[in-house]
């Protein structure tokens, strides 16, 4: 405490009350700076700090000059007031919709709460615009992922992404029941073909780590805290990778028909990819990307018009899973043949 400075007497509500106003009212407070400002020790600021979480504030940390110092994660007040051209709700409808695969989740209650209070704060002249508007866009959905179990336990996830704290997780494997413990500080969440993974450092395993939400069995938020390494980059744990899997990148060309070559040519598949038009109109493209079977699904949904020419490996699992098919389908059909003889016999 400063000599010369009288001193202060909070109750604990007084000091809630202090704490707030003051992490309001400046940028950002080191613990040493409001134990001063409230007359008490680190220790009891840490306890209100909780305290404030607990009653709906969001805090926040990050490191300046070598000291943590916290703050709001937003403010709240003289936030003016915000309107919506329809155009802009048109937009926001569309953001909704693309959203859908959020259904079962948190995430979803909370956009709905989001345009209920977009409803109550639209003038009278657009409000017979909202049903047309709720229908400029449609999510067609297959193989949507089923959240009913894990639901109850993102709620704690997103706390931890917001406010950096480090869990516990419980998390089914693929293939069997059997249930790993991992702790993870929570870093980003990842979207990918209408799955939501979350990306973090997995102190138990000594890497990053991705984690299916709909396998999430159970969590535990911790109070220890983390900060992320001023280095992260999301996207750049992705590079050159075909979809979610990370590994060494090979060079990719791949030959194209020419009934499928425009649905090729006007999309992106990879950033440095190279298209070159073939005189009977298939296309072949070329690129760089980690992550075979991903590659071979992908290679494998366009059938008879895709066809692999490198790397080696991915032409040759191509050709094993192809060849797979092909014995299922007679040994299918094969059966399916004596089932019906054995009916005309009766």
């Not at 940028?27 to 700090?49: F, K, P, S, Y």
């Not at 780590?209 to 938020?221: C, H, P, Q, T, V």
């Not at 990370?246 to 060309?253: F, S």
Request: proline share 4%; net charge positive.
């Amino acid at each position: 405490m400063l000599k010369g400075k009288p001193a202060k007497k909070y109750s604990q509500a007084g000091r809630l009350h202090s704490i707030i106003r003051l992490l309001e009212t400046r940028r950002g407070l080191t613990l040493d700076e409001l134990a001063e400002e409230c007359n008490v020790d680190r220790r009891t600021v840490h306890r209100d700090l909780n305290a404030i979480e607990q009653a709906g504030y969001t805090l926040t940390t990050e490191w300046f000059e070598g000291k943590k110092q916290y703050s709001f994660l937003s403010k709240s007040r003289n936030i003016p007031p915000i309107t919506f051209t329809l155009p802009q709700l048109m937009s926001l409808y569309m953001l909704r919709s693309l959203g859908a695969h959020l259904a079962g989740t948190p995430f979803q209650g909370e956009i709905d709460e989001l345009f209920r209070n977009i409803h109550s704060v639209l003038p009278e002249r657009h409000a017979a615009h909202l049903e047309r508007i709720a229908r400029v866009s449609l999510p067609l959905l297959h193989g949507a992922r089923d959240y009913s179990v894990s639901a109850p336990f993102i709620a704690d996830l997103q706390k931890a992404l917001l406010q950096q704290y480090r869990v516990r997780l419980k998390y089914a494997k693929k293939s069997k029941g059997d249930v790993d413990e991992y702790e993870v500080d929570p870093y980003t969440l990842i979207f990918h073909k209408g799955g939501i993974y979350v990306l973090g450092n997995a102190h138990n395993r000594s890497d990053m780590r991705l984690f299916a939400l709909e396998r999430i069995r159970g969590i535990e938020l911790t109070r220890q805290r983390f900060d992320i390494p001023d280095n992260y980059l999301p996207e750049a744990h992705f590079n050159n990778a075909f979809g979610l899997v990370k590994d060494i990148p090979m060079k990719v060309v791949i030959r194209f028909s020419a009934e499928i070559s425009h649905s090729i040519r006007e999309r992106i598949w990879m950033s440095d990819q190279k298209v070159t038009i073939l005189p009977a109109g298939g296309v072949i493209l070329k690129f760089e990307a980690a992550g075979l079977m991903e590659l071979v699904s992908w290679v494998i949904s366009y059938g008879k018009h895709a066809e692999a020419l490198e790397p080696p490996e991915l032409r040759k699992e191509i050709k094993r899973q192809v060849k797979e098919m092909r014995e299922l389908y007679r040994t299918k059909e094969k059966e399916s043949v004596k089932e019906n003889r054995k009916c005309k016999r009766a």
